[in-house]
Protein backbone atom coordinates (compact mmCIF):
# COMPACT_ATOMS: atom_id res chain seq x y z
CA UNK A 1 0.00 0.00 0.00
CA UNK A 2 1.47 3.21 -0.74
CA UNK A 3 1.44 5.88 1.64
CA UNK A 4 0.12 9.48 0.84
CA UNK A 5 0.04 11.59 3.69
CA UNK A 6 0.46 15.26 4.59
CA UNK A 7 0.93 16.50 8.39
CA UNK A 8 1.74 19.77 9.45
CA UNK A 9 4.11 20.29 13.01
CA UNK A 10 4.38 23.17 15.02
CA UNK A 11 6.57 24.48 17.98
CA UNK A 12 7.78 27.59 19.91
CA UNK A 13 10.93 29.03 19.05
CA UNK A 14 13.49 31.54 20.21
CA UNK A 15 15.93 31.85 18.50
CA UNK A 16 14.19 33.14 15.28
CA UNK A 17 17.40 34.42 13.83
CA UNK A 18 19.11 30.61 13.51
CA UNK A 19 15.64 29.56 12.36
CA UNK A 20 15.41 32.70 9.35
CA UNK A 21 19.07 30.94 8.43
CA UNK A 22 18.39 27.90 8.11
CA UNK A 23 15.20 28.38 5.67
CA UNK A 24 16.56 31.00 3.63
CA UNK A 25 20.21 29.37 3.13
CA UNK A 26 21.84 32.26 4.66
CA UNK A 27 24.09 29.89 7.08
CA UNK A 28 25.90 27.11 4.95
CA UNK A 29 23.82 24.08 5.36
CA UNK A 30 25.90 20.89 5.18
CA UNK A 31 23.00 18.34 4.47
CA UNK A 32 21.22 19.16 1.04
CA UNK A 33 21.03 16.91 -1.52
CA UNK A 34 21.78 16.91 -5.49
CA UNK A 35 21.09 13.56 -6.16
CA UNK A 36 16.95 13.60 -6.27
CA UNK A 37 14.79 14.26 -9.24
CA UNK A 38 12.85 17.35 -7.28
CA UNK A 39 16.18 18.68 -6.12
CA UNK A 40 16.26 20.30 -9.42
CA UNK A 41 13.71 23.03 -8.51
CA UNK A 42 14.78 26.12 -7.14
CA UNK A 43 13.40 26.74 -3.10
CA UNK A 44 10.24 28.90 -2.98
CA UNK A 45 9.47 31.79 -0.76
CA UNK A 46 6.39 33.77 0.11
CA UNK A 47 7.77 36.68 -1.95
CA UNK A 48 10.37 36.81 -4.56
CA UNK A 49 12.11 40.16 -3.24
CA UNK A 50 11.72 38.91 0.08
CA UNK A 51 13.98 40.92 2.57
CA UNK A 52 16.15 38.61 5.40
CA UNK A 53 17.46 41.21 7.26
CA UNK A 54 14.15 43.16 7.50
CA UNK A 55 12.58 39.55 8.18
CA UNK A 56 15.13 39.15 10.72
CA UNK A 57 13.94 42.57 12.30
CA UNK A 58 10.37 41.61 12.22
CA UNK A 59 10.47 38.10 13.90
CA UNK A 60 13.07 40.11 16.83
CA UNK A 61 10.70 42.51 17.50
CA UNK A 62 8.53 39.94 18.31
CA UNK A 63 10.14 39.34 21.98
CA UNK A 64 10.24 43.19 22.72
CA UNK A 65 6.31 43.04 21.76
CA UNK A 66 5.54 40.11 23.91
CA UNK A 67 7.53 41.24 26.38
CA UNK A 68 5.57 45.03 26.57
CA UNK A 69 2.40 43.18 26.53
CA UNK A 70 3.47 40.96 29.72
CA UNK A 71 4.53 43.98 31.72
CA UNK A 72 1.25 46.20 31.16
CA UNK A 73 -0.46 42.78 32.25
CA UNK A 74 1.17 42.29 35.17
CA UNK A 75 1.67 46.33 36.12
CA UNK A 76 5.75 45.93 36.37
CA UNK A 77 8.72 44.84 35.10
CA UNK A 78 8.89 41.58 33.20
CA UNK A 79 12.68 40.27 33.76
CA UNK A 80 12.62 37.15 31.94
CA UNK A 81 14.39 36.99 28.63
CA UNK A 82 13.75 33.29 27.40
CA UNK A 83 10.53 33.85 26.08
CA UNK A 84 9.60 31.63 22.63
CA UNK A 85 8.39 34.77 20.70
CA UNK A 86 8.48 33.02 17.62
CA UNK A 87 6.54 30.29 16.21
CA UNK A 88 7.61 27.89 13.49
CA UNK A 89 5.51 24.96 11.73
CA UNK A 90 6.69 22.71 9.15
CA UNK A 91 4.28 20.75 6.52
CA UNK A 92 5.64 17.89 4.95
CA UNK A 93 4.65 15.08 2.89
CA UNK A 94 5.61 11.00 2.74
CA UNK A 95 8.08 10.34 -0.36
CA UNK A 96 5.55 9.52 -2.42
CA UNK A 97 5.38 13.24 -3.67
CA UNK A 98 8.85 12.63 -5.57
CA UNK A 99 7.74 10.06 -7.72
CA UNK A 100 4.35 12.28 -8.58
CA UNK A 101 6.73 14.92 -9.85
CA UNK A 102 9.46 12.81 -11.38
CA UNK A 103 6.57 11.49 -12.88
CA UNK A 104 5.48 14.33 -14.39
CA UNK A 105 1.82 12.97 -12.33
CA UNK A 106 2.14 17.20 -10.82
CA UNK A 107 3.87 20.37 -11.86
CA UNK A 108 6.09 21.75 -9.53
CA UNK A 109 3.85 25.14 -9.80
CA UNK A 110 1.30 23.05 -8.74
CA UNK A 111 2.48 21.75 -5.51
CA UNK A 112 3.62 25.06 -4.49
CA UNK A 113 -0.25 26.09 -4.90
CA UNK A 114 -1.35 22.84 -2.51
CA UNK A 115 1.23 24.15 -0.10
CA UNK A 116 0.15 27.61 -0.04
CA UNK A 117 -3.42 26.70 0.40
CA UNK A 118 -2.82 24.06 3.23
CA UNK A 119 -0.97 26.81 4.79
CA UNK A 120 -3.81 29.18 4.57
CA UNK A 121 -5.83 26.48 5.76
CA UNK A 122 -3.98 25.99 8.68
CA UNK A 123 -3.68 29.98 9.64
CA UNK A 124 -6.99 29.77 9.54
CA UNK A 125 -7.62 27.00 12.39
CA UNK A 126 -4.98 28.24 14.64
CA UNK A 127 -7.22 31.51 14.33
CA UNK A 128 -10.37 30.27 15.17
CA UNK A 129 -8.42 27.98 18.31
CA UNK A 130 -7.61 31.32 19.57
CA UNK A 131 -11.41 32.69 19.67
CA UNK A 132 -10.69 35.03 16.07
CA UNK A 133 -7.24 36.42 17.25
CA UNK A 134 -6.00 38.18 14.18
CA UNK A 135 -2.77 36.34 13.37
CA UNK A 136 -0.63 36.28 10.30
CA UNK A 137 2.71 34.47 9.10
CA UNK A 138 5.65 36.02 8.47
CA UNK A 139 6.85 33.94 6.00
CA UNK A 140 7.22 30.85 4.29
CA UNK A 141 9.69 28.74 2.27
CA UNK A 142 9.49 26.00 0.35
CA UNK A 143 12.82 23.56 0.04
CA UNK A 144 13.44 21.34 -2.95
CA UNK A 145 16.93 20.71 -1.77
CA UNK A 146 16.38 17.91 1.05
CA UNK A 147 14.71 14.46 0.87
CA UNK A 148 11.24 15.36 0.33
CA UNK A 149 9.43 18.83 -1.03
CA UNK A 150 8.09 20.32 2.19
CA UNK A 151 7.13 23.89 3.73
CA UNK A 152 8.53 25.69 6.63
CA UNK A 153 6.66 28.81 8.11
CA UNK A 154 7.19 31.41 10.83
CA UNK A 155 4.63 33.92 13.08
CA UNK A 156 4.67 35.25 16.16
CA UNK A 157 3.81 33.07 19.30
CA UNK A 158 1.88 35.37 21.39
CA UNK A 159 -1.81 36.79 21.26
CA UNK A 160 -3.05 40.18 22.18
CA UNK A 161 -2.92 39.65 25.88
CA UNK A 162 0.39 38.28 25.89
CA UNK A 163 -0.84 34.16 26.61
CA UNK A 164 1.24 32.06 24.41
CA UNK A 165 -0.28 31.11 21.00
CA UNK A 166 1.25 27.53 20.90
CA UNK A 167 0.17 27.12 24.81
CA UNK A 168 -3.69 27.92 23.74
CA UNK A 169 -3.91 25.82 20.37
CA UNK A 170 -1.97 22.94 23.00
CA UNK A 171 -4.53 23.35 25.62
CA UNK A 172 -7.47 23.54 23.81
CA UNK A 173 -6.98 19.67 23.04
CA UNK A 174 -7.88 20.59 19.90
CA UNK A 175 -4.52 19.97 17.83
CA UNK A 176 -5.63 16.97 15.54
CA UNK A 177 -8.20 19.26 13.73
CA UNK A 178 -4.49 21.18 12.28
CA UNK A 179 -3.93 17.61 10.75
CA UNK A 180 -7.59 18.00 9.62
CA UNK A 181 -6.93 21.64 7.98
CA UNK A 182 -3.52 20.79 6.12
CA UNK A 183 -5.43 17.71 4.64
CA UNK A 184 -8.08 19.73 3.14
CA UNK A 185 -5.82 21.10 -0.05
CA UNK A 186 -3.74 18.02 -0.85
CA UNK A 187 -7.11 16.23 -0.62
CA UNK A 188 -7.11 16.42 -4.13
CA UNK A 189 -4.50 14.42 -5.06
CA UNK A 190 -5.11 11.49 -2.66
CA UNK A 191 -2.87 12.73 -0.23
CA UNK A 192 -4.48 12.42 3.56
CA UNK A 193 -4.05 13.56 6.94
CA UNK A 194 -1.34 11.07 9.12
CA UNK A 195 -2.40 8.37 11.04
CA UNK A 196 -5.06 9.81 13.89
CA UNK A 197 -3.69 8.95 17.24
CA UNK A 198 -0.47 6.90 17.00
CA UNK A 199 1.38 5.81 19.57
CA UNK A 200 4.64 6.76 17.70
CA UNK A 201 6.88 8.85 19.16
CA UNK A 202 6.30 12.80 17.66
CA UNK A 203 10.44 13.88 17.23
CA UNK A 204 11.11 17.77 16.94
CA UNK A 205 12.57 19.45 13.96
CA UNK A 206 15.78 19.22 15.92
CA UNK A 207 15.20 15.61 16.81
CA UNK A 208 14.37 14.25 12.81
CA UNK A 209 17.39 16.53 11.69
CA UNK A 210 20.03 14.66 14.15
CA UNK A 211 18.58 11.13 13.55
CA UNK A 212 18.85 11.49 9.78
CA UNK A 213 22.40 12.77 9.91
CA UNK A 214 23.51 9.55 11.97
CA UNK A 215 21.60 7.44 9.21
CA UNK A 216 23.72 9.26 6.14
CA UNK A 217 26.53 9.45 8.47
CA UNK A 218 26.76 5.92 8.21
CA UNK A 219 25.91 5.58 5.16
CA UNK A 220 28.63 7.98 3.85
CA UNK A 221 31.31 5.48 5.92
CA UNK A 222 29.79 2.92 3.69
CA UNK A 223 30.44 4.51 0.36
CA UNK A 224 33.98 5.74 1.39
CA UNK A 225 34.75 1.70 1.93
CA UNK A 226 33.08 0.78 -1.29
CA UNK A 227 35.11 3.18 -2.74
CA UNK A 228 37.93 1.08 -1.86
CA UNK A 229 36.97 -2.10 -2.29
CA UNK A 230 35.70 -0.77 -6.20
CA UNK A 231 39.72 0.48 -6.68
CA UNK A 232 40.88 -2.66 -5.65
CA UNK A 233 38.64 -3.98 -8.12
CA UNK A 234 39.93 -1.61 -10.97
CA UNK A 235 43.39 -2.35 -10.13
CA UNK A 236 42.67 -6.59 -10.20
CA UNK A 237 41.16 -6.21 -13.41
CA UNK A 238 43.92 -4.01 -15.32
CA UNK A 239 46.57 -6.06 -13.95
CA UNK A 240 44.29 -8.75 -15.72
CA UNK A 241 43.87 -7.44 -19.01
CA UNK A 242 47.68 -6.80 -19.39
CA UNK A 243 47.88 -10.54 -19.11
CA UNK A 244 45.74 -10.92 -21.68
CA UNK A 245 47.42 -8.47 -23.83
CA UNK A 246 50.76 -10.46 -24.24
CA UNK A 247 48.52 -13.52 -25.81
CA UNK A 248 48.09 -11.62 -29.01
CA UNK A 249 51.27 -12.02 -30.51
CA UNK A 250 51.02 -15.64 -30.81
CA UNK A 251 47.89 -15.06 -32.68
CA UNK A 252 50.48 -12.99 -35.05
CA UNK A 253 52.92 -16.46 -35.19
CA UNK A 254 50.13 -18.76 -35.59
CA UNK A 255 49.39 -16.83 -38.69
CA UNK A 256 52.44 -16.91 -40.02
CA UNK A 257 54.04 -20.26 -40.39
CA UNK A 258 57.87 -18.81 -41.18
CA UNK A 259 57.75 -16.97 -38.32
CA UNK A 260 56.19 -19.30 -35.99
CA UNK A 261 59.54 -21.87 -36.89
CA UNK A 262 62.35 -18.88 -36.23
CA UNK A 263 59.93 -18.71 -32.86
CA UNK A 264 60.96 -22.07 -32.51
CA UNK A 265 64.71 -21.85 -33.57
CA UNK A 266 65.14 -22.91 -36.96
CA UNK A 267 66.56 -20.32 -39.18
CA UNK A 268 66.11 -22.04 -42.21
CA UNK A 269 62.76 -23.09 -43.21
CA UNK A 270 64.31 -25.97 -45.26
CA UNK A 271 65.97 -27.46 -42.25
CA UNK A 272 62.40 -28.88 -41.07
CA UNK A 273 63.49 -31.01 -37.89
CA UNK A 274 61.13 -34.14 -36.41
CA UNK A 275 57.18 -33.06 -37.75
CA UNK A 276 56.16 -34.54 -34.82
CA UNK A 277 58.08 -31.67 -32.44
CA UNK A 278 56.51 -29.21 -34.76
CA UNK A 279 53.12 -30.72 -34.27
CA UNK A 280 53.48 -30.36 -30.18
CA UNK A 281 54.50 -26.89 -30.36
CA UNK A 282 51.93 -25.65 -33.15
CA UNK A 283 49.34 -27.47 -30.85
CA UNK A 284 50.30 -25.72 -27.79
CA UNK A 285 50.08 -22.52 -29.52
CA UNK A 286 47.00 -23.46 -31.28
CA UNK A 287 45.78 -24.24 -27.68
CA UNK A 288 47.30 -20.72 -26.63
CA UNK A 289 45.24 -19.37 -29.44
CA UNK A 290 42.00 -20.70 -28.68
CA UNK A 291 42.72 -19.72 -24.61
CA UNK A 292 43.29 -16.16 -26.50
CA UNK A 293 39.98 -15.99 -28.31
CA UNK A 294 38.55 -17.15 -24.85
CA UNK A 295 40.48 -13.87 -23.04
CA UNK A 296 39.94 -11.39 -25.95
CA UNK A 297 36.43 -12.12 -24.83
CA UNK A 298 36.62 -11.65 -21.39
CA UNK A 299 38.89 -8.84 -21.63
CA UNK A 300 35.94 -6.92 -23.35
CA UNK A 301 33.72 -7.79 -20.32
CA UNK A 302 36.13 -6.95 -18.03
CA UNK A 303 36.59 -3.80 -19.94
CA UNK A 304 32.93 -2.49 -20.02
CA UNK A 305 33.44 -3.43 -16.34
CA UNK A 306 35.99 -1.05 -15.52
CA UNK A 307 34.11 1.43 -17.38
CA UNK A 308 31.35 1.34 -14.84
CA UNK A 309 33.46 0.88 -12.05
CA UNK A 310 35.18 4.27 -12.74
CA UNK A 311 31.80 5.75 -13.31
CA UNK A 312 30.15 4.28 -9.84
CA UNK A 313 33.82 5.59 -7.62
CA UNK A 314 33.37 9.17 -9.80
CA UNK A 315 29.58 9.01 -8.67
CA UNK A 316 30.19 8.05 -5.25
CA UNK A 317 33.28 10.98 -4.58
CA UNK A 318 31.01 13.32 -6.16
CA UNK A 319 28.30 12.81 -3.94
CA UNK A 320 30.78 12.67 -0.89
CA UNK A 321 32.41 16.06 -1.91
CA UNK A 322 28.95 17.96 -2.29
CA UNK A 323 28.47 16.80 1.23
CA UNK A 324 24.76 15.58 0.19
CA UNK A 325 24.63 12.87 2.80
CA UNK A 326 24.39 14.89 5.60
CA UNK A 327 20.63 15.75 5.66
CA UNK A 328 18.42 18.31 6.77
CA UNK A 329 15.00 15.85 6.96
CA UNK A 330 11.98 17.14 7.73
CA UNK A 331 9.21 14.31 8.06
CA UNK A 332 8.45 13.31 11.18
CA UNK A 333 9.40 9.10 11.16
CA UNK A 334 5.78 8.41 12.68
CA UNK A 335 3.53 7.64 11.02
CA UNK A 336 5.43 7.66 7.90
CA UNK A 337 8.81 8.21 7.22
CA UNK A 338 9.67 10.13 3.92
Known amino acids: MILKKVQVRIEPVKNTSEKINHDFRIKKVEYLRTNMYHNKFENHSSSLSINVPDIKIL ?60 LVSVIKKIRELCQGEIIHKLYYVIHYDEKTP ?21 NSKRMPELQDAVAIPFNSIGFERGTRKSKEKHLTVREMHEVEIKQLSKQKIFLKNEIVSLTRKVKFKRETLI ?82 FNNDDQYNPSPFTP
Open 59 to 118: ANSYFHKQKKIKQKKIRRNYKRTDLSSGLIGIITLSPHINDMLRNDELAVNSLNKLFEDA
Open 150 to 170: HLHFMMRNYLSDGRSLFGVVR
Open 243 to 324: NINWMDEYEYYHSNLELIMKKLGFDNIDLIPDMEIISEKLDELLKMSEENHLLRSANRKLTSELVITNKIINDNKLLINKNM
